[in-house]
């Protein structure tokens, strides 16, 4: 069972599902897990079922249909308003994908007010415990680290590189496909390895199209692919309207937090997932309460003109709701933490360390071990 079953089976008596997330998270196997005797799961990948769906042809005494990556039909918006106009969610319908079914989802568009949408994220530290329940926080977070969270590499440690290396190449070489009609997949190939190498850094487009021998405006629309398929996001800066901010350069992290590759250490690359995973949870932590609830959470990062940088800066409302610097052992605070603790006053900051002796407290500020904090959120 994964962390949204309960929700779902709950909504899909109101509305349509749609279901959004990175290619083999789970989206399919989750939405198999609701059917019954009575159910229906038809896929567009799939000849017979794509005529199927085309006509509209499944029973409509159903218990539940599933129509599984229905974005790769061309007029799929439409397509799913008229069935939710026509049958009133009867029988209930859940739709998934693996590019972004959420950016279409606009004041209005065809499918404003007809569904509920929510994403489904990898396995972080807190639901590890769901599949992992024997093993302490420590264990499970080590664990992550090297599999990232994606299911089946998660249970499957050792072949954990080899189901990356797979899942990397079929999002650009099959899903972009169906996404753009971008002929450079080998430039885009070098870009995730590029951006594998800069996790936790802001990215600089120009650079990144020096090195690809691209304009700086081609490498953007490419990030954005990657972003419309669950590859990467971005964290964007936060100035909280200081003018000494620097307003600029986003970040680029990997939904499979053990995807970062920096070369220079082995110390860098685990400082680098480890950031990135702290990234995942917290993201996910945004969507989970946007989707479930409406909250309205952003995650960025803080950096000003006295090179003053903190890792996270999760906001509600616009505002600075947690403050968050990640160490893998220096447990003394960061003044930069501080900084920002007092400057933007937000209702907690945590320095999290992966290495630490005991949590102590500091002006203010929690200093604990990053495995214990993310096995508490939610």
């Not at 885009?188 to 487009?205: A, D, F, K, N, W």
């Not at 052992?329 to 005991?358: C, G, I, M, T, W």
């Amino acid at each position: 069972m994964r962390y949204l079953t309960p929700i779902l089976k709950k909504d899909l008596e109101k509305k349509m599902i749609l279901l959004s997330g990175p290619r083999q998270v789970g989206k399919s196997t989750l939405g198999k897990s609701l059917m019954d005797a009575q159910s229906v799961y038809l896929t567009w990948d799939i000849n017979k079922d794509k005529k199927m769906i085309r006509d509209q042809a499944w029973p409509k005494t159903s218990s539940l249909v599933i129509l599984d990556e229905i974005h790769k039909f061309k007029s799929w918006k439409n397509f799913l308003k008229g069935i939710c106009d026509e049958f009133q969610n009867r029988p209930p319908v859940l739709v998934t994908g693996s590019a972004r079914l959420d950016i279409f989802r606009k004041a209005g568009d065809a499918l404003t007010g007809r569904t509920y949408l929510y994403h489904l994220h990898p396995i972080d530290l807190a639901e590890s415990r769901l599949f992992l329940a024997q093993e302490n926080s420590r264990n499970r977070l080590e664990r992550l680290l090297i599999t990232g969270g994606f299911p089946e590499a998660f249970l499957n440690p050792e072949d954990a590189e080899r189901l990356r290396n797979d899942r990397l190449d079929a999002v650009v070489r099959e899903d972009l496909r169906d996404l753009s009609r971008v002929n450079s997949l080998s430039a885009i190939q070098l870009l995730v390895e590029l951006l594998r190498e800069r996790v936790g850094g802001p990215i600089s487009l120009t650079n990144l199209g020096e090195d690809l021998s691209v304009s700086a405006p081609t490498v953007k629309s490419w990030i954005q692919l990657l972003e419309r398929l669950f590859l990467v996001f971005k964290v964007s800066p936060f100035s909280g309207g200081l003018k000494r901010s620097l307003n600029k350069e986003s970040k680029a992290y990997f939904y499979d937090c053990g995807a970062a590759l920096n070369s220079k250490s082995p110390e860098e690359i685990e400082g680098a997932r480890m950031e990135n995973l702290v990234a995942c949870a917290l993201l996910k932590y945004r969507d989970y309460h946007r989707d479930i609830f409406g909250k309205r959470y952003e995650l960025h990062y803080f950096r000003d003109r006295e090179k003053r940088e903190v890792d996270f800066v999760l906001t509600l409302n616009r505002r600075p709701h947690w403050c968050i610097e990640v160490k893998l052992s220096d447990d003394r605070l960061s003044p930069s933490l501080r900084y920002v603790h007092e400057r933007f006053k937000p209702q907690a900051s945590f320095q999290l360390v992966k290495n630490l002796e005991r949590p102590k407290e500091v002006q203010g500020i929690s200093i604990l071990p990053v495995d214990q904090w993310l096995d508490g959120l939610y």
